[in-house]
């Protein structure tokens, strides 16, 4: 009787530490397949990516880009964030009452082979609480969240008060 019972410690012990590792190695292998998944579907491009000086004082700024999808597959901008901002919202500008409001939405639809550009006025990203001024020449970084591309890092280039602001910025917001 009592070997069976220091058999079954053996037995319990050695099954008890077995689940770690079995747990650690089915997290780590989903984190693959999810990365595995992101690399084979990340083919969007994202460029242009700049953002308006602001006075030092000012706790609101914006960043605007270019986003490219050569794909046959739709995708969404689900989530935007940077460290000089508390806080970091997709936001539009819809066309209510005959009044231009600027709003937060959820996401932003990434058509398949299109061409979606944020701008002053359309889809852009809200960078609310400054945690340090907008300065031009100088750069701030972003990181895109996409729901099939995942995540893209991108540096956004910090431009004079006067960038963006020609009406030809305004006329197209996606190109087929």
Known sequence: MRLTALAFSIFALTFAATIPTYATDHTEH???EKKNQA???TALHVDAAWSRELPPTAAVGAAFLTISN???QADRLIRAYSPIAAVTEL???IHQDNIMRMVKVDNIEVPANTQLILVPGGYHIMLIDLKQPLVAGE???LTLEFEHAGEIELI????SSAA????EQHE????N
């Open 30 to 32: 989903a984190r693959n």
């Open 39 to 41: 690399q084979q579907y």
């Open 70 to 72: 050569p794909t046959d």
């Open 91 to 93: 936001h539009a500008h």
């Open 139 to 141: 750069q701030l970084p």
């Open 156 to 159: 956004v280039s910090i431009k």
């Open 164 to 167: 963006g602001t020609s009406a």
């Open 172 to 175: 197209k917001h996606i190109v």
